[in-house]
C-alpha cells in the first residue's frame, strides 16, 4: 500500500441469480464457492461477499452451507475478509436471510430499502432492515449498507441518526440492476456526492457495467467490486472464466489508475474489521 491510494477489492462469486446454464463457471456446491473465492484472493481480491447454493443451484441462506464454505476458505489457507450476505434471494423470509451470519463470518450485507429486482420485488421493509442491523451487530460484524437507488442514501442517514447504525460501516453503491438506479457516471458521482462524509465506499456495476463502473470507481476514490454475481462476461461475448478472471481486471485497471489493491489485513484496517489472527 506504499504510495498510491489503496483499493480494496471485493469478489461476489455466485450470488443468488446466475446459473451454470448461463456460465458453466458458476459455483454452486460450497467446495467450488470456497474455491472460487479462494482464487479470487489470489488474483488480488481482499473480500469475498459469500451467497450459498443447494447442490442444484437453487439460492441457500442454510447455516450448515455458509460454515461449511467459510472453513472451507480458512482450510485452504486464505486470509480474505469473509463478508456474507443477508439479501440471499427475492422471495426469502427475514429469518431464513439471517441464516448466513456464522461464526467465523466477518461482515455482512444491510440492504437498505424494497424495490423491484428484475421481475421479482425484494423486500427490505424498514423494520427488517433495523433488525438486520441489529443482528449483524450483535454477531459483531461490520455491516455494509447495500444501496440500490438513490432514496436509500437517506434511509442509511436516517438510520445513523436513529443509532441503528454507527461507524465501522462500509457502502456498496450498486448501479445497474433492474428496478435500481441505472449505471452511469452522473449516477455514480451523486450517489457517491451525498454519502456521509469520509465514509468509505464501493462500487458495483452490474452486467456489462462492471468494468466501465470499476473505471468510474477508481477515478472518484472509491473502492470495487466485481465477481460472477454481477456479471458473466469479460468482455462483449467472452465468458468469464471465474471471478478471478474478474478479479485480475479489476487488479490490471486499478495499477493503471495509479490505485493499489489492498491485503486483507490491509482492507481489515480500512474497513474497521478486526484482525484476523490467522494471518492476512
Ligand atoms: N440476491 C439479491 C436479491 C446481498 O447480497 O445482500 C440480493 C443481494 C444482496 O444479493
Ligand atoms: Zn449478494
Redesign the pocket.
Known amino acids: 500500500m506504499t504510495g498510491a491510494r489503496p483499493v480494496v477489492i471485493t469478489a461476489?462469486v455466485v450470488?443468488?441469480?446466475v446459473t451454470r446454464d448461463q456460465n458453466p463457471a458458476v459455483p454452486y456446491l460450497p467446495v467450488e464457492i470456497a474455491a472460487a473465492a479462494v482464487a479470487a484472493g489470489r488474483a488480488g481480491a481482499a473480500v469475498v461477499?459469500l451467497?450459498a447454493r443447494w447442490p442444484d443451484g437453487r439460492?441457500s441462506q442454510e447455516a450448515a452451507h455458509y460454515s461449511e464454505i467459510v472453513a472451507r476458505i480458512r482450510d485452504a489457507g486464505s486470509a480474505v475478509v469473509v463478508q456474507v450476505?443477508?439479501?440471499?434471494?427475492?422471495g426469502m423470509s427475514l429469518d431464513e436471510r439471517l441464516g448466513s451470519l456464522v461464526p467465523g463470518a466477518e461482515m455482512a450485507?444491510?440492504?437498505l430499502g424494497t424495490m423491484n429486482?428484475g421481475d421479482?420485488v425484494?423486500v427490505n421493509a424498514r423494520p427488517d432492515v433495523v433488525r438486520t442491523a441489529a443482528a449483524i451487530r450483535a454477531a459483531a460484524l461490520v455491516p455494509e449498507c447495500?444501496v440500490y437507488d438513490a432514496g436509500m442514501l437517506d434511509t442509511l442517514r436516517w438510520l445513523l441518526e436513529r443509532g441503528h447504525l454507527a461507524a465501522p460501516y462500509h457502502v456498496q453503491l450498486?448501479l445497474g440492476v433492474p428496478g435500481g438506479i441505472s449505471a452511469s457516471e452522473r449516477n455514480l458521482r451523486f450517489l457517491a456526492e451525498g454519502l456521509p462524509a469520509g465514509v468509505a465506499w464501493t462500487a458495483a456495476g452490474i452486467g456489462r457495467a462492471e468494468l466501465p463502473v470499476v473505471e468510474l470507481a477508481l477515478a472518484l476514490g472509491g473502492h470495487l467490486r466485481v465477481g460472477l454475481?454481477d456479471n458473466l462476461f469479460l468482455a462483449r461475448g467472452v465468458p468469464a472464466t471465474g471471478s478471478d478472471a474478474l478479479v485480475a481486471a479489476a487488479v490490471e485497471r486499478a495499477l493503471a489508475a495509479g490505485r493499489t489493491p489492498c491485503s486483507p489485513a490491509e482492507a481489515r484496517a480500512l474497513l474497521g474489521v478486526k484482525p484476523f489472527v490467522g494471518g492476512g
Do not use: K
Open positions: 461476489a450470488g443468488a441469480e461477499h451467497h439460492p450476505s443477508t439479501g440471499g434471494a427475492v450485507t444491510l440492504n429486482f421479482g425484494f447495500e450498486v454475481e
